[in-house]
C-alpha cells in the first residue's frame, strides 16, 4: 500500500490562505455532465479549494482527506460533510454518488486502490473529474523566466517523482473509466508579489527545500521580482490551464 504522502499539514493554514481556487465555469460544467446532484464525494479535498464550489451545485457534499489538519482550514458550508478518511476508504455507501472529483492531488493518491473505491461508490452514470495545473504563467519575458529557473532549479530537485504527473496533465496516467471530452478551464487571479510569494511558499519541493536546510528560497527570488513587478501594491494577472479528466463508470461486465 502507497503511504499517505503528508507535504501540506504542517502548513495547513497557509496552504488555505494562499492556494488559488478553480473556475465557477468548471463546476457547473461537471454538475451537467453528473447524472444528478444529490451527492459528491470530494476525495482528497485538503482545504476546500473545490469543495465549496461543488456544494453551490449538490445538495450533498463529503469532502474527505487523510489530513486532520487540512480539513480543519476548510471553510464551514450547510451541505458540506468533512471527513477525515484515505482516498481507497471513503466510507461511503455503494452508488451513493453522481460525482467524484480529485482536484491537484491525483498524483499522491495509490490509484490500484483508489479507483475500485471511486467505481464502488459512483451510481450508474456516475462521473470522476481528476484535475491539475502546473507552473504558473504571467505572460511576461522577464517574470516567467525567474519563475521557471526557481521552479526547475532552484527547488526543483526538491519536487517528489510525482511531480511528473502534474507536469503531463495526467495523460500518462491509467484512467480506468469511459472518458468524456472536456472543454478547456483556465484559472485566472490578479496578485500582488506578496500574494505570488505566498503561494509559492506552498509548493510541496519549497517546503521540503526549507525543511532539509534551513532557509527560504522564496525570499530571494521575491528580491529580483520585486525590481520587475512595479511596487508592493501592483497587481499581476496569474494564470494556470487546468489539465482535466473525466470519465463514466463502466457499466459491470
Known amino acids: 500500500m502507497k503511504p499517505f504522502a503528508d507535504h501540506f499539514s504542517s502548513i495547513a493554514r497557509q496552504y488555505a490562505a494562499a492556494r488559488p481556487t478553480y473556475p465557477p465555469a468548471l463546476f457547473e460544467w461537471l454538475a451537467v455532465q453528473a447524472p444528478g446532484r444529490r451527492h459528491a464525494w470530494d476525495c482528497a479535498a485538503g482545504t476546500g479549494q473545490a469543495t465549496l464550489?461543488?456544494?453551490?451545485?449538490?445538495?450533498?457534499?463529503?469532502?474527505?482527506?487523510?489530513?486532520?489538519?487540512?480539513?480543519?482550514?476548510?471553510?464551514?458550508?450547510?451541505?458540506?460533510?468533512?471527513?477525515?478518511?484515505?482516498?481507497?476508504?471513503?466510507?461511503?455507501?455503494?452508488?451513493?454518488?453522481?460525482?467524484?472529483?480529485?482536484?491537484?492531488?491525483?498524483?499522491?493518491?495509490?490509484?490500484?486502490?483508489?479507483?475500485?473505491?471511486?467505481?464502488?461508490?459512483?451510481?450508474?452514470?456516475?462521473?470522476?473529474?481528476?484535475?491539475?495545473y502546473g507552473l504558473q504563467r504571467l505572460d511576461d519575458p522577464v517574470l516567467d523566466p525567474l519563475l521557471e529557473h526557481f521552479y526547475s532549479a532552484t527547488v526543483g530537485p526538491y519536487w517528489?517523482?510525482?511531480?511528473?504527473?502534474?507536469?503531463?496533465?495526467?495523460?500518462?496516467?491509467?484512467f480506468p473509466f469511459d472518458e468524456v471530452a472536456a472543454p478547456r478551464f483556465e484559472m485566472g487571479l490578479d496578485w500582488t508579489l506578496a500574494e505570488?510569494?505566498?503561494?509559492?511558499?506552498?509548493?510541496?519541493?519549497?517546503?521540503?527545500?526549507?525543511?532539509?536546510?534551513?532557509?527560504?528560497?522564496?525570499?530571494?527570488?521575491?528580491?529580483?521580482?520585486?525590481?520587475?513587478?512595479?511596487?508592493?501594491?501592483?497587481?499581476?494577472?496569474?494564470?494556470w490551464p487546468l489539465s482535466l479528466r473525466v470519465g463514466r463508470r463502466r457499466p459491470p461486465a
Request: proline share 7%.
Open 160 to 174: 517528489a517523482p510525482e511531480r511528473q504527473l502534474v507536469e503531463s496533465g495526467y495523460r500518462t496516467l491509467f
Open 53 to 132: 464550489d461543488l456544494a453551490d451545485h449538490f445538495d450533498m457534499v463529503t469532502a474527505t482527506d487523510a489530513s486532520a489538519a487540512q480539513l480543519d482550514q476548510a471553510p464551514p458550508h450547510p451541505r458540506v460533510q468533512y471527513r477525515v478518511a484515505p482516498a481507497e476508504s471513503s466510507g461511503l455507501p455503494d452508488e451513493s454518488v453522481e460525482l467524484v472529483t480529485v482536484a491537484q492531488a491525483l498524483h499522491w493518491l495509490n490509484l490500484d486502490a483508489f479507483y475500485p473505491e471511486a467505481r464502488r461508490v459512483l451510481g450508474p452514470e456516475g462521473v470522476l473529474a481528476v484535475w491539475c
Open 196 to 239: 505570488l510569494g505566498a503561494y509559492l511558499r506552498t509548493w510541496s519541493a519549497t517546503v521540503r527545500f526549507q525543511r532539509e536546510r534551513g532557509t527560504d528560497p522564496v525570499g530571494p527570488l521575491s528580491e529580483q521580482l520585486a525590481s520587475v513587478w512595479g511596487g508592493g501594491a501592483a497587481r499581476r494577472r496569474v494564470r
